[in-house]
C-alpha cells in the first residue's frame, strides 16, 4: 500500500522508490497492483523521460493481460517517439506485452521494422530482441521478417568493420551484446530458408576470421556465430571452419570455453559424428577434469560418440571414470555405459564383463531393470556359464553390500551351482569350492541386515535350488529353509513354506520342478515382470505339478500368457523342448477360467454371414464366420460339427491373437458333437482391433474321439468379410 | 532471458536479489541458498557455469562478492559472462572504486542501474554513459 501511495505522489524521487517497490513486490496475481494501473497510464504520458521509463519499467515487469491491452496504443506511440532512450525501454515493453497478449504482435510487427534503421545502438538492440520474441511467437511474422535479413547484414557488418568507438567498445569489440543479439536473430531467420542463408554465409565468414579470441568477449561472438552456423544451411566449407573454432576452444585452458564447446559439439555429435570423433581424445580427457560441470558434459559427450570401433578404449575410460566419479553422475553415467555396452558388445564375455565390473564399482546406483538385463544376457550365453558362475561368485564372496550384484550372483549359483563346484574353469585361477563354502555364501547373504527383502528372496530360492544340484548336505538345505518358515516378511515366509511342501510332500518332484531354466525370450510377457517370484512360477511345469491350491491362481494365468505369446515376437514357443501336450483337463480348466470370467451363456443364433472352414479331419469340421460390429472390433463365430459316425466328446477351442488385440471368448454351446451332425457346438469370440494391426488367430482345437484325444492348432489369417 | 541476479557474500547473506520471473516469497530462499551452495564450492580456475534445475548459472567472484545470473538455456553463457563484468565496471565507475558497502548502503541505486541494463530479463543498454545518463540526472535534481 505504501508503493502505491508513493507511486501516486508527484515528487520524482517517490514515485522511483515506489515503482522500484512496486516491481520487486508485486506481481500480477496481487490485487495491488490494480491500483497502480491507473498511476501507470497518467505517468506514460508525463512530460519527464524518466517518468516515463519508470512507468515502462513497472508496466514490463508485472503487466498483467488487461493492463497490456489497454495500455498498448500508448506503447505504440511511444515507440515512433523521437527520444530514444523512450525507444528502447518501449520496445522491452511491447516484448512483455506480447507474450501477455499474443493477438497484439500485429499492431508492433510495423513499427518494428522500422526501428532497425535507427542509429542508437540501444534501440537498435531493443528492436532486435523484440524482433527476436515476435518471430519465435508466429511463423508468419517469421516470413515477413526474413525480408530485413539484408538490413541486418548491412548492421553487423558496419559493426565489425568499424574502427574503434569508445561508446560500445567492451575490450576492443565493438558492441559485442547487439552482435550476439543480431547473430541469433539471423539464425532464426536463416533456419530451414536456403535465400536467407546465402546472404549470410559471407558476413558470418568474415565475422568468424576476423574475431579476435584471445579474450573471452571475442569467444562470446565467435561462440554465437558457430551456433548459427550449425543451425542455418550454411555452405559445407563454413561449417568445417564452425568445427574447427569448437575444436580450437577444446582446447583451451579456459575451462568455461571447454563447457560451451562440448555444449555446441553435443548438438551436432548426431549429424557430423565424423567431424567430432576427431576430437574424441580431448573429449575423454575432459572427462578426468575436476572440475564438475565438464565432467558432467565430457560424459554426455562420450556417451554419444560411443561406435563400434571404438567401444574397447571408451569403455575402459568410461570404467576408470565411474569408479572416480561424483555421486549424482554415477547412475547417469552407469544406464550409459549399459546401453552402450549392449549396442556394442564385441562379444558376449565382454559384455558380462562389463556389466559385472560396472556392479561392483557402482552396483547401489543402478536401475532396476538391470537385474533382470542381465539374467537374461546370462542365460543366453550359455557357453559362458561355466566362467559367468565362477566370476559371480568370487564377487559375492568378497562383497555382499552391492544388492543388484547378489541379486544376480545367487541366482546364477542357484542355477549354475553343478557347474560350479563340479567343473574347473579354464580361464580362472582354480579355487577351493565345495558346497558348504557356497551355502555359506548363500547364509550370509540370508543373514545379513545388508541385504533387501528382495536379495534374501533370490538366496532362499537358489539355496532351494542347490538341494537337487549338489547330492550332500541336502539336510542343512531343509534346515535353512525350515528356518525362514517363520520369517516375518511375508514373501520370504510363504516361498519358504512352499519350498517345505516340496521337501515333504512332493519329493520325488523336486528335480524336476526345480530343473534349469530355459532360455528366457526377451519379449516374453512373463518376462517383464521383474519380481523374481515369477520367475519360480514360471518354472514350475503345468503337467508335471499337481495343482497345488497356492499355486492355482498363477497356473491358469500362466498357461493363458502362453497360449498368447503363441502369435507374439517369435515363432517358436517359449517353452521349447520342456512343453509336452497339455493334457485336456488343464487346459479345459485354463478355457474355464477365462469363460467364468466373462459371464454367461449368449446363445448364438445362426446367421447367414460368410463362413470359412478351418478345419476337417476325423468327420469334425470347425468353420468360422464373421461380423463386424464397430470399427474395430469384430464378432467370429466357431462352429463345430461332426459327421462320423461316433459321436466325439470333450471338445474345446482355444484362440490366441496378436498382443495388441483384445478377445474375449463366450461360453460354447456345448463339449459334445454327437454324430452325424445332428447338432453343432457354437462358440462366440469377439475381438478389439483398436491399433488396427493385421489380424490373425491361432485356435486350437481338441476333442476325444473313437478314445483317443486329439489336438489340433490351426491358423486364421484372414477373415472373410472384414477387411 | 534472464530469471533472475544475485549478489551474494561469503557468508551467503544475499546483497541484492533480482527476479524476472515471478518466484514466490517462501521460495526465494531456498533458491538463494542453493545457488550461494554452488558458487561457494568452486574453485577460481573451474567453470563458471553451473546446471541449476532447468536453468544455467553463470556467476563470477568479485573479492568477497559472488554475482550469480540464472539463465534459460537458449542464452549465450559467455555473453552473459560479459554481462556481468559490464555490470560490475559500470557500478565502478558510478561509485569510483565499488566496494560491498556501497552496495549495501545504496541498494536502490544498484536497482535503478541493473533495471537501466536489463529489463524483463533481456539487455537494454551496454554502454556505460547510457546506463549512467538518467541516474546523473536524477542525482543532480535532487542535490539542486
Known amino acids: 500500500m505504501e508503493c502505491v501511495r508513493m507511486i501516486a505522489s508527484p515528487r520524482y524521487s517517490e514515485k522511483r522508490v515506489g515503482y522500484l517497490g512496486a516491481m520487486m513486490l508485486l506481481d500480477e496475481k496481487q490485487d495491488a497492483s490494480l491500483l497502480i494501473t491507473n498511476s501507470i497510464k497518467n505517468d506514460l504520458s508525463h512530460s519527464s523521460q524518466f517518468v516515463q521509463s519508470l512507468a515502462l519499467c513497472t508496466l514490463a515487469c508485472i503487466g498483467s493481460a488487461e493492463m497490456c491491452k489497454d495500455l498498448a496504443p500508448e506503447i505504440d506511440k511511444l515507440l515512433r517517439a523521437s527520444n530514444s532512450y523512450i525507444k528502447k525501454k518501449a520496445a522491452l515493453c511491447a516484448i512483455h506485452i506480447v507474450k501477455k497478449v499474443p493477438d497484439l504482435e500485429e499492431v508492433f510487427s510495423l513499427t518494428a521494422r522500422s526501428l532497425l534503421s535507427e542509429k542508437h545502438h540501444g534501440v537498435l538492440h531493443g528492436a532486435v530482441v523484440l524482433i527476436t520474441v515476435l518471430c519465435e511467437c508466429n511463423p508468419e511474422t517469421l516470413e515477413r521478417f526474413r525480408k530485413t535479413v539484408p538490413d541486418l547484414v548491412r548492421i553487423m557488418k558496419g559493426l565489425v568493420t568499424s574502427g574503434y568507438s569508445p561508446e560500445h567498445d567492451v575490450a576492443g569489440i565493438s558492441d559485442p551484446f547487439l552482435q550476439v543479439r543480431i547473430l541469433r536473430l539471423l539464425r532464426i531467420l536463416g533456419r530451414n530458408n536456403e535465400t536467407a542463408s546465402d546472404t549470410m554465409n559471407d558476413l558470418l565468414a568474415q565475422v568468424a576470421t576476423n574475431t579476435d579470441s584471445t579474450k573471452t568477449v571475442g569467444n562470446a561472438v565467435l561462440y554465437e556465430t558457430v551456433l548459427t552456423v550449425l543451425d542455418i544451411k550454411s555452405e559445407s566449407g563454413l561449417r568445417i571452419l564452425a568445427v574447427n573454432i569448437l575444436g580450437r576452444f577444446l582446447l583451451n585452458n579456459d575451462r568455461n570455453i571447454r563447457y560451451i564447446a562440448m555444449t555446441s559439439l553435443q548438438k551436432i555429435v548426431n549429424s557430423d559424428n565424423i567431424a567430432v570423433q576427431r576430437h574424441r581424445g580431448t573429449i575423454v580427457d575432459c572427462l578426468k577434469d575436476p572440475d564438475a560441470s565438464v565432467k558432467r558434459r565430457a560424459l554426455d559427450l562420450s556417451l554419444a560418440l560411443v561406435s563400434a570401433s571404438n567401444i574397447r578404449s571408451m569403455m575402459k575410460e568410461l570404467l576408470v571414470f565411474l569408479c572416480s566419479c561424483p555421486p549424482d553422475l554415477r547412475a547417469e553415467a552407469a544406464s550409459g555405459i549399459f546401453h552402450a555396452a549392449e549396442k556394442y558388445a564385441p562379444s558376449q564375455r565382454w559384455h558380462i564383463d562389463t556389466i559385472l565390473h560396472v556392479l561392483t564399482t557402482a552396483g547401489g546406483d543402478v536401475r532396476d531393470e538391470t537385474v533382470p538385463n542381465l539374467i537374461l544376457l546370462i542365460t543366453n550365453a550359455s557357453d559362458l556359464h561355466c566362467y559367468t558362475v565362477h566370476k559371480l561368485y568370487r564377487a559375492l564372496i568378497t562383497d555382499i553390500s552391492q544388492q543388484p550384484l547378489v541379486q544376480v550372483a545367487s541366482w546364477c549359483i542357484g542355477e549354475y551351482g553343478d557347474l560350479l563346484l563340479r567343473e574347473e574353469c579354464q580361464e580362472m585361477e582354480p579355487t577351493e569350492v565345495t558346497a558348504d563354502t557356497v551355502l555359506d555364501a548363500l547364509e550370509t547373504v540370508l543373514q545379513s541386515h545388508m541385504s533387501t527383502p528382495t536379495t534374501r528372496g533370490f538366496a532362499l530360492t537358489a539355496t532351494m535350488k542347490l538341494s537337487t544340484r549338489i547330492n550332500e548336505n541336502v539336510d542343512r538345505i531343509r534346515s535353512i529353509v525350515s528356518i525362514y518358515g517363520s520369517c516375518i516378511d511375508v514373501e520370504l515366509q510363504q516361498r519358504a513354506v512352499e519350498y517345505n511342501a516340496l521337501f515333504k510332500k512332493y519329493d520325488h518332484m523336486r528335480a524336476a520342478v526345480l530343473e534349469r531354466m530355459p532360455v528366457i525370450e526377451r519379449n516374453s510377457p512373463i518376462h517383464t515382470n521383474g519380481d523374481s517370484m515369477g520367475d519360480v512360477i514360471k518354472e514350475v511345469e503345468v503337467d508335471k505339478l499337481k495343482l497345488k491350491a497356492d499355486l492355482l491362481p498363477q497356473q491358469p494365468a500362466n498357461q493363458v500368457c502362453d497360449l498368447l505369446d503363441l502369435l507374439g515376437d517369435s515363432e517358436k514357443s517359449v517353452y521349447g523342448g520342456t512343453t509336452s501336450i497339455q493334457p485336456i483337463n488343464a487346459a479345459k480348466l485354463a478355457g474355464g477360467d477365462l469363460l467364468d470370467l466373462l459371464g454367461g451363456f449368449e446363445p448364438t443364433p445362426l446367421t447367414p454371414a460368410p463362413a470359412m472352414t478351418l478345419y476337417e479331419k476325423n468327420g469334425v469340421t470347425l468353420t468360422l464366420s464373421c461380423e463386424k460390429q464397430s470399427e474395430c472390433s469384430l464378432a467370429v463365430t466357431l462352429r463345430g460339427s461332426n459327421s462320423s459316425n461316433l459321436d466325439v466328446s470333450s471338445f474345446s477351442l482355444q484362440a490366441a491373437v496378436p498382443k495388441s488385440i483384445d478377445l474375449h471368448m463366450k461360453a460354447p454351446s456345448g463339449d459334445t458333437l454327437p454324430a452325424r451332425g445332428t447338432s453343432q457346438v457354437t462358440q462366440l469370440v469377439l475381438l478389439n482391433n483398436p491399433n488396427k494391426v493385421n489380424l490373425k488367430m491361432r485356435i486350437r482345437i481338441s476333442y476325444s474321439s473313437q478314445g483317443s484325444s486329439i489336438q489340433e492348432t490351426v491358423q486364421v489369417d484372414s477373415f472373410p468379410g472384414f477387411s | ?144
Open chain 2, 1 to 144: 532471458m534472464i530469471t533472475f541476479v544475485l549478489m551474494v557474500n561469503r557468508q551467503g547473506q544475499t546483497r541484492l536479489s533480482r527476479y524476472y520471473q515471478p518466484v514466490k516469497m517462501s521460495r526465494r530462499a531456498a533458491l538463494e541458498a542453493d545457488v550461494v551452495r554452488e558458487c561457494l564450492s568452486r574453485h577460481k580456475d573451474q567453470c563458471s557455469f553451473v546446471e541449476y534445475k532447468d536453468l544455467k548459472v553463470v556467476f563470477r567472484q568479485y573479492a568477497a562478492l559472488y554475482i550469480a545470473v540464472g539463465v534459460t538455456d537458449d542464452e549465450n553463457e559467455l555473453a552473459i559472462y560479459e554481462l556481468v563484468q559490464n555490470f560490475v565496471e559500470v557500478l565502478d565507475k558510478y561509485f569510483s572504486r565499488v566496494s560491498e558497502l556501497d552496495i549495501m548502503f545504496n541498494v536502490d541505486r544498484v536497482h535503478i542501474i541493473l533495471d537501466e541494463m536489463i529489463q524483463n530479463g533481456r539487455v537494454v543498454e551496454s554502454n556505460k554513459s547510457n546506463i549512467l545518463a538518467p541516474l546523473l540526472a536524477l542525482d543532480k535534481m535532487a542535490d539542486g
